[in-house]
């Protein structure tokens, strides 16, 4: 049996959070807070725009 080897360029972001809990999230090049609202994107904490290219929650 081949034994699966974690491919080291992925990295493993957490799970999504509930609706309206503030996380760290990865974007393209930065991380920022941000919370997901009830259609399911990504709103900036702060300047509540909406995040572009959110690759995933970075772990507590």
């Known amino acids: 049996m081949k034994e699966k080897i974690p491919d ?3 990295k493993n ?3 999504l959070p509930s ?3 503030p996380v760290q999230i990865q974007c393209d ?3 920022c807070m941000a ?3 009830r259609e399911g994107r990504w ?3 702060f300047s509540r725009q909406f995040v572009p290219r959110v690759m995933g929650v ?3």
């Open 8 to 10: 080291p360029t992925k």
């Open 43 to 45: 709103v900036d904490l």
């Open 35 to 37: 919370f997901l609202d």
């Open 13 to 15: 972001y957490g799970p």
């Open 19 to 21: 609706t309206g809990v």
């Open 58 to 60: 970075v772990p507590a």
């Open 29 to 31: 090049g930065y991380k």
